[in-house]
């Protein structure tokens, strides 16, 4: 499984967009790029999915380097409710495996 | 509509007792994952199924770990002879197929004393 690598916390005002970087150097040819994000008490939301082309959908935009070696999760406007953990996974559903993610915090 | 339900949200064991967790899946979808998340050190999946009524033993991270699929909705994680190590909060999630988002429950909360 391939290993990805964010950073800790980033915090952001509401409002502004949120820039989220993603390691992924070991990743395989054939492996899609996975974000979840998860809210205390609750299970992982799917946020988005992509493999080589970047991707958009009404939560979040994804842009994955030309190497895929790395990829950004883009929230456009974040707001409070999107203060979560976000979790960046490679390789099929079978295997994800979450690391400890990156704690976005939201000021109003 | 319904999304992925699991029972019991909290769940109290004594050591070396046997526990069983239900999961309650999305109508139609085929892949059905069990995952364990404690807190600081992420998530792992401990065993998934893609077939109907598949009893699948992954077993991660030893045979005590087990999960039955006796209807195509329903799944039970089994735990054998509980660990102080085996608390945690265990999540089940499934996907249309395996290459699809994959929707997770609440989780349950497993505490072995």
Same mark, same amino acid.
């Given at each position: %499984? ?15 967009? /949120? ?8 990743? =395989?040819?054939? %492996? ?6 998860? +809210? ?14 970047? /991707? ?10 030309? %190497?895929?070696?790395?990829?950004? +999760? ?10 979560? /953990? ?9 295997? +994800? ?6 704690? +976005? =915090? /939201?000021?109003? | ?5 699991? @029972? ?5 064991? !004594?050591?070396? #007792?046997? $526990? *069983?967790? &239900?999961?309650?899946?999305? @109508? ?26 598949? #009893?699948?033993? @992954?077993? #991660? ?5 087990? *999960?039955? &699929? ?7 994680? !089994?735990?054998? &002879? ?12 499934? @996907? ?5 988002? *994959? ?5 349950? #909360?497993?505490? $072995?004393?």
């Amino acid at each position: %499984d391939a290993k990805t690598t964010q950073p800790n916390s980033m915090e952001s005002n509401e409002e502004e967009p /949120v820039h989220l970087p993603c390691n992924h150097s070991t990743i =395989s040819g054939t %492996d899609y790029i996975h974000w979840y994000r998860q +809210l205390p008490s609750q299970g992982p939301e799917y946020v988005i999915h992509g493999l080589t082309s970047n /991707v958009n959908n009404r939560m979040a935009s994804l842009a994955i380097a030309e %190497d895929r070696k790395s990829s950004t +999760l883009i929230l456009h406007r974040a707001t409070l409710r999107d203060a979560a /953990v976000y979790y960046c996974t490679t390789g099929a559903n079978s295997k +994800l495996t979450f690391g400890k993610g990156i704690t +976005l =915090s /939201v000021r109003p | 509509g319904a999304g992925v339900s699991q @029972s019991p949200r909290y769940k109290v064991a !004594k050591r070396g #007792r046997d $526990v *069983a967790l &239900r999961c309650d899946s999305i @109508s139609g979808h085929v892949t059905l994952y069990w995952y364990r998340q404690t807190l600081g050190q992420g998530s792992e999946v401990l065993t998934y199924s893609q077939s109907d009524a598949q #009893r699948d033993k @992954s077993g #991660r991270p030893s045979g005590r770990f087990s *999960a039955e &699929r006796p209807e195509r909705s329903v799944s039970t994680l !089994k735990i054998q &002879r509980t660990e102080q190590g085996d608390s945690a909060v265990y999540l089940c999630a499934s @996907s249309p197929n395996r290459d699809s988002e *994959a929707f997770f429950g609440q989780g349950t #909360r497993l505490t $072995v004393v």
